[in-house]
């Protein structure tokens, strides 16, 4: 009888720390994969790791995310780093849609705005045109506004292509910001990203 009680603590010892492995397993790999952790910031609908952390001295959930999603990511001093999956208004952005991605030039040395697919990769489309930065962008008449087609669908100018694909998001990356964009990243000083009616 003892012997019989000994294995089935064992047994039930074995099987809850299995339990605890999966869940935790299961825990960890459901926040890595929602892309939030405590050094981000939210600004409008842009999300980003926070001015004043850098992965030298990020939370572990945060390395992690890098290392999936941004592999050789650069440091805070280098570059920033945001991204959103929203409109303006809130909502998904749906591939089926056609949006417009409206802005000012960022002071950065460089900046550049690509669109990925559900899982994480660029999206393959007929013209090979994966994002838009300072030099290739068509700029408004004042030189310094531009507006992104953001669409499934072909356009004149400006067309970042989002064909067949069930979701897309989309990363800002502003290499070597200037001090007061660090200091002043606000709804204002990022694009704004409007659902064509």
């Known amino acids: 009888m ?9 047994t039930i010892g074995l099987g809850l720390v ?34 004043d952390k850098d992965l030298n001295s990020a939370d572990l959930l945060t390395i992690a995310q890098v290392a999936v999603y941004g592999p050789y990511a650069l440091t ?9 999956s929203t409109d303006s208004e809130g909502n998904a ?8 991605i409206s802005g000012k030039k960022l002071d950065a040395k460089y900046w550049s705005i690509t669109a ?24 408004e008449a004042d030189s310094t506004s531009y507006k992104i087609n ?14 067949n694909v ?3 998001s989309l990363i800002i990356r502003l290499y070597l910001p200037s001090e007061k964009l660090r200091e002043n990243l606000t709804v204002e000083t990022l694009p704004a990203i409007q659902k064509v009616k």
Request: proline residues 3%; positive net charge.
């Open 2 to 10: 003892a012997l019989n009680q000994k294995i089935k603590k064992i």
């Open 93 to 100: 952005l749906d591939p089926k849609s056609d949006y417009i």
């Open 18 to 51: 299995l339990l605890s492995i999966v869940l935790g397993s299961g825990i960890g790999i459901y926040n890595i994969k929602s892309g939030k952790s405590d050094s981000q910031r939210i600004i409008g609908n842009w999300q980003t790791v926070d001015k």
């Open 150 to 163: 953001l669409s499934g669908t072909e356009k004149k100018e400006n067309w970042l292509p989002v064909n």
């Open 166 to 168: 069930q979701k897309t």
């Open 116 to 139: 990925y697919d559900e899982n994480g990769f660029l999206i393959k489309n007929p013209i090979n045109k994966y994002s838009y930065n300072l030099e290739d962008v068509k700029y």
């Open 76 to 84: 805070k001093k280098e570059v920033i780093y945001l991204s959103t």
